[in-house]
C-alpha cells in the first residue's frame, strides 16, 4: 500500500476532527476551518489548523499552528509531519532536518500496528532524504556563492590595479623637459 495513502488513512481516521477531515476531503477549507472552531481540546485545533493551513497551500501557516501543537505535545506525529513538509516546503533546511528527526524517531516508536507504523517510517525516511538534499543544496549554493565573491573581488581587483598602472603612466614622457 502507498504509504501517503496510510498515512492520509491513519490521520483521517484519528478521533475529534472528523467533521474537519470531511469538509477537506470536499475542498472546503473554509467549512474546515469552521468546524475547527468547535473543538475544544487545543492540541487537538492545532492538529486541525496545520492540517487545513497545509492543505490550503500555506506553509508558513502550517508551520506556525504544528510548532504550537507540539509546544503542547513534542512527539505529536502528525504536526511532526506537517512540521517537516512545510520546511521542506519553505526550503528551511535546518529547521527541516530537525523536525524529520523527530519524526523518525516518532515513526519508530509509535504504539500502531506494524503496517501503520511501516507506512510512517517509509514517509518519514523520504521527509528526512528530502530535508538532506535541502541542505546540501544550500550548502553547495553557499560554497558557489562565495566563489563568486572571491572571483569578482579579485576581477573588480584586477580593473583596479590595471587602471592605476595606466594612470601613473600618463603624462610621464621618456624626454624631460628642459
Same mark, same amino acid.
Given at each position: ?32 476551518? #469552521? $468546524? ?12 486541525? /489548523?496545520?492540517?487545513? =493551513?497545509? %492543505? *490550503? ?64 517510517? #517509509? $514517509? ?12 546540501? /543544496?544550500?550548502?553547495? =549554493?553557499? %560554497? *558557489? ?34
Amino acid at each position: 500500500m502507498n504509504a501517503a495513502l496510510l498515512v492520509v488513512t491513519w490521520l483521517a481516521a484519528q478521533a475529534g476532527l472528523e467533521g474537519v477531515r470531511e469538509a477537506l476531503a470536499a475542498g472546503e477549507y473554509h467549512s474546515a476551518w #469552521e $468546524a475547527l472552531g468547535t473543538e475544544s481540546d487545543e492540541l487537538a485545533r492545532s492538529r486541525g /489548523r496545520a492540517e487545513i =493551513l497545509y %492543505r *490550503a497551500g500555506d506553509p508558513a501557516g502550517a508551520l506556525r499552528a504544528a510548532c504550537a501543537g507540539l509546544g503542547i505535545d513534542p512527539a505529536q506525529i502528525d504536526l511532526l509531519y506537517h512540521a517537516t513538509g512545510a520546511s521542506v516546503w519553505l526550503e528551511d533546511g535546518p529547521g527541516a532536518v530537525a523536525y524529520s528527526g523527530r519524526l523518525l524517531r516518532a515513526a519508530d516508536t509509535m504504539e500502531q500496528s506494524p503496517e501503520e507504523r511501516r507506512a510512517w517510517q #517509509e $514517509a518519514a525516511r523520504k521527509l528526512v532524504a528530502r530535508s538532506e538534499a535541502l541542505v546540501t /543544496r544550500e550548502n553547495e =549554493l553557499s %560554497r *558557489a556563492l562565495a566563489r563568486l565573491r572571491f572571483i569578482s573581488t579579485g576581477g573588480v581587483g584586477f580593473w583596479l590595479f590595471a587602471l592605476w598602472l595606466v594612470l601613473r603612466s600618463q603624462g610621464r614622457s621618456s624626454k624631460p623637459v628642459s
